[in-house]
């Protein structure tokens, strides 16, 4: 899922500007989203850099959505408030409870960034907003993008730190009732084995369950085939489609 900004168009006398947000569609969505959309400035004051934010409701359904749509939205008529600051970024995301994964520029938050407004004021007052350059930004911004293939373990490798153990990458956080693991990549099929007396105290052997789930909407794939032996968990990652997994018990 990306979404990009074709269009704005700038009302000089009042220091508005009109903005259509493009979303072009990868995966289906099962689950209505709502947008949001933040205009933040790192010298402000406001939490998380945002100084207005323009939340809607999207032309239709995000799940109505299918793969290869591109949706149109907006244009919507963007107020820029008084004050000093003379540029905001447009960061964009979908949520509801939890945040989509974007494709595009990382603009922190689980947002993408896709423009600037650079405002001319008269005193504290806009009297003209146009669109900025954010190539520089984006180039920066992926100057600091992680190089994980960099991290991996050479083919064929078993580590095992203890806790947890793989021929691949994951990422674990512990939540109540639940283990969350993040792998990578995620395509490429690598076992994974997990010592559940340390990361899940309590959890009943015979309970434990093993769910994939899809990498952008969080849909639940069905049960991922795994066995438990002593205190180890073992099963193994790369269920095309799947973004993380949920061991459960």
Same mark, same amino acid.
């Given at each position: 899922?990306?979404?990009?900004?074709p269009?704005?168009?700038?009302?000089?006398?009042?220091?508005?500007?009109? /903005?259509?947000?493009k979303?072009?569609?990868?995966?289906?969505?099962?689950?209505? =989203?709502?947008?949001?959309? $933040?205009?933040?400035?790192?010298?402000?004051?406001?939490?998380?850099d945002?100084?207005?934010?323009?939340?809607?409701?999207?032309?239709?359904?995000?799940?109505?959505?299918?793969?290869?749509? *591109?949706?149109?939205?907006g244009? =919507?008529?963007?107020?820029?408030?008084?004050?000093k /600051?003379?540029? =905001?970024?447009?960061?964009?995301?979908? $949520?509801?409870?939890?945040?989509?994964?974007l494709?595009?520029?990382?603009?922190?938050?689980s947002?993408?960034?896709?423009?600037?407004?650079?405002?001319?004021?008269?005193?504290?007052?806009?009297?003209? *907003?146009?669109?900025?350059?954010?190539?520089?930004? @984006?180039?920066?911004g992926?100057?600091?993008?992680?190089?994980?293939?960099? $991290?991996?373990?050479?083919?064929?490798?078993? *580590?095992?730190?203890?806790?947890?153990?793989?021929?691949?990458?994951?990422?674990?956080?512990?939540?109540?009732?639940?283990?969350?693991?993040?792998?990578?990549?995620?395509?490429?099929?690598?076992?994974?084995?997990?010592?559940?007396?340390?990361?899940?105290?309590?959890?009943?052997?015979?309970?434990?369950? @093993? $769910?994939? /789930?899809?990498a952008?909407?969080?849909?639940?794939?069905?049960?991922?085939?795994?066995?438990?032996?002593?205190?180890?968990?073992?099963?193994?990652?790369?269920?095309?489609?799947?973004?993380?997994?949920? @061991?459960?018990?």
């Amino acid at each position: 899922m990306s979404c990009t900004l074709p269009d704005a168009a700038s009302d000089a006398a009042s220091g508005r500007v009109q /903005l259509t947000y493009k979303w072009v569609v990868n995966e289906d969505l099962d689950t209505d =989203y709502h947008c949001f959309v $933040h205009f933040t400035n790192a010298a402000g004051k406001g939490p998380d850099d945002i100084e207005f934010q323009q939340d809607h409701d999207v032309p239709k359904p995000t799940s109505q959505w299918r793969k290869g749509d *591109v949706i149109l939205d907006g244009p =919507y008529t963007i107020t820029v408030p008084d004050g000093k /600051l003379d540029s =905001y970024d447009i960061v964009i995301g979908l $949520h509801k409870g939890s945040r989509v994964a974007l494709k595009g520029p990382d603009g922190g938050g689980s947002r993408i960034l896709i423009g600037r407004l650079q405002v001319k004021r008269e005193g504290e007052k806009a009297v003209a *907003v146009t669109l900025g350059d954010i190539s520089a930004a @984006v180039a920066a911004g992926e100057k600091r993008q992680v190089d994980f293939s960099a $991290h991996l373990n050479p083919a064929g490798t078993w *580590v095992d730190f203890g806790k947890a153990a793989t021929d691949g990458s994951v990422k674990i956080n512990r939540e109540k009732g639940r283990l969350v693991l993040f792998p990578y990549p995620r395509n490429k099929a690598f076992r994974v084995s997990l010592d559940l007396k340390a990361l899940a105290p309590g959890a009943a052997p015979a309970r434990v369950q @093993v $769910h994939a /789930l899809a990498a952008l909407t969080g849909f639940d794939q069905g049960t991922v085939e795994s066995r438990v032996e002593g205190t180890r968990l073992t099963f193994t990652a790369g269920k095309p489609g799947a973004g993380r997994y949920v @061991v459960t018990w």
